[in-house]
């Protein structure tokens, strides 16, 4: 019984293991802004505007001369979640000009 338990303790540690480093199990609030300039290309001296709640993390990045913009959406999954997960990003164009309506998940 003893070994049983001890193995599936193991299975379970070495999958977790897996999925954490894979970034199965989200993106720490903490990591987000180096995960936009990363993943999305975004440059250092770019600006990075946004709101992060319990639910859904939204940013704006864009030069200073606001020549280009770009949007990243990120939701927090309820159960076994750790941090966000990227939903949706890109470039938004009319930047200063027009209010979009983006749907995330409904």
Do not use: H
């Not at 200073?64 to 938004?92: A, C, H, M, Q, W």
């Amino acid at each position: 019984m003893r070994k049983i338990l001890l193995w599936l303790i193991t299975i379970c540690a070495v999958a977790f293991g897996i999925n954490f480093f894979m970034n199965n199990v989200g993106i720490p609030k903490s990591k987000l802004e180096a995960d936009i300039r990363t993943s999305q290309y975004v440059d250092d001296d770019w600006l990075m505007v946004g709101d992060v709640s319990d639910k859904m993390a939204a940013f704006v990045s864009y030069p200073e001369d606001k020549s280009d913009s770009t949007y990243s959406f990120y939701v927090n999954r309820p159960g076994i979640s750790f941090g966000y997960f990227f939903r949706s990003g890109g470039d938004l164009v009319g930047f200063g000009q027009y209010i979009p309506e983006l749907m995330v998940d409904g």
